[in-house]
């Protein structure tokens, strides 16, 4: 669901990708360290960490002691990745633009996935939502300084709405869900798979993607109101200290993210995180359509990364906007393979 043409050309970049990086094993190289805890959620954007997890090529590199801790909420994640609690967050892009225009020291080794369908606005039927101005009378349930509050206000910009008059109301995924269910709220704004559980137990429809309206006057139409990408972070500190271990970390997340990305292997791929979290392989299957699993460092992620910084400093939540790339470390994606790296980071350790 949800193709765009955009996303067939971003897959050819991958296609590139799968047959450079996945073919060769990777060699245990002389680490700083020997244990890796990463953060883990709900949603596909953890493919490549459950999958290269499974195959055993975190150890193969050098990792040892591998584990994955789950967070309540992203910013709960944010705060372990700065006391060391774990060393690799794969939050949206947002968290992470915040924090280090915030002077928070964290640095992005490069993108996991890009998520432009991923979020969607789903209302119930009764609630009516026909036209961009049925919102102004539609309690919608999200977490308001995520990329999903990103989306909302870019929705509102689009259709020259108030964000002001939505009444967005601050919640997590399972209590929005049960609001909505009950019509205390009448819908929500959150990423996959979300979405789909709610069209599955409630009687509701999607109004709008990040990419795509599906409003009365413009059902159908590609309207993009997402730049919601999933990012590979580190703390400053930990790279710094361990520039090894970074560049080992990223080619094990490449290779994995190659093989997910290939069709081929995709029904294998959602097999094992289907098993691992415990969640119907039909759902995962349904929704891989919503992820391009895409490393490249170009003129679109300069863009995705801007507009997130862009609505950030005009919500007031950053003052003094960076240059996207002063956090962004290239070298170790460059070492696997520079066609990946159009754009040069200016991050070193």
């Not at 509102?156 to 209590?175: S, T």
């Not at 190659?258 to 094992?272: F, G, L, T």
Request: proline share 6%.
């Amino acid at each position: 669901m949800f193709k765009t043409k955009k996303r067939i050309a971003l897959m050819a970049g991958v296609g590139l990708l799968s047959a450079l990086v996945v073919g060769g094993p990777i060699k245990a190289a002389e680490i700083e360290v020997d244990s890796l805890a990463m953060s883990l959620g709900v949603d596909l954007p953890f493919l490549p960490h459950l999958v290269a997890y499974e195959k055993g090529w975190f150890a193969d590199a050098g990792f040892k002691n591998v584990s994955f801790k789950k967070f309540n909420s992203g910013a709960q994640a944010g705060e372990a990745l700065l006391a060391d609690e774990i060393q690799l967050w794969t939050p949206g892009n947002l968290p992470p633009i915040s924090m280090a225009h915030n002077g928070i020291p964290v640095v992005i080794l490069g993108t996991n996935c890009i998520n432009h369908p991923l979020e969607k606005i789903v209302v119930r039927k009764d609630a009516n939502v026909t036209k961009p101005e049925d919102l102004y009378k539609t309690k919608l349930g999200l977490f308001l300084g995520s990329t999903s509050g990103a989306l909302l206000g870019n929705v509102a910009d689009k259709y020259g709405l108030d964000m002001k008059k939505i009444p967005a109301i601050n919640l997590g995924p399972p209590e929005a869900m049960a609001s909505m269910a009950k019509n205390e709220i009448q819908g929500i704004v959150f990423w996959e798979p979300w979405p789909y559980r709610a069209l599955q137990k409630i009687d509701s429809v999607v109004i709008h993607s990040g990419t795509t309206s599906y409003f009365a006057a413009n059902k159908g139409a590609q309207v993009q109101v997402s730049n919601n990408r999933s990012m590979w972070v580190v703390a400053e500190s930990w790279a710094k200290a361990n520039p090894k271990a970074t560049k080992a970390l990223v080619k094990v997340l490449l290779k994995a993210q190659a093989y997910v990305a290939d069709p081929k292997n995709q029904s294998e791929a959602v097999k094992i995180f289907s098993e691992f979290q415990k969640q119907p392989v039909e759902m995962n299957m349904a929704l891989m359509d919503n992820y391009v699993f895409n490393p490249t460092v170009d003129q679109a992620y300069i863009t995705d990364m801007d507009a997130i910084a862009i609505f950030l400093e005009k919500t007031n939540r950053i003052k003094n906007r960076r240059d996207i790339l002063s956090y962004t470390y290239t070298d170790p994606i460059k070492e696997v393979d520079p066609s990946l790296v159009k754009i040069e980071g200016k991050w070193k350790p």
